[in-house]
């Protein structure tokens, strides 16, 4: 069994995948964008769907660019339902965007795997943006 996802037409996206028994991780050739200048103050849920299968509740690997309005700024992520922060990205200069790489857990929002964003100022021209590298699932 193996997940395949498209870009929007019949062309399948270029992926790679390691295998471990019943584990697979699968990681696109170039990221998935999931949200684009994304600035809402509170947590806020972003479907992840068009990236990873909508059975999949596990680990996701994400690419998050942060553009702070000032210095001090910072965005967070979490597990969708989650109480917690999982990760803070702290903006260190202000209006330069600011790329990192993530791991976070997925969950299932009404059937469809989410996380949630927010942003510390949401004045532009802070934005978040997050783009899915990879993901793991079992068969």
Known sequence: MDYQFTDGSAHLLKNYNVVCGGSRYKEYDVPKVILTNGNASTFTPVSLATAIPASNVGR????????PHAAGEFASLQTFGATGTAFTFDGIVASVAQTTAFDIVSALNAGVPSINYSVSVATAPAALSLSVIGYEFSI
Request: no cysteine; charged share 10%.
């Open 60 to 67: 996701v690997k994400l690419q998050v660019t942060y553009t």
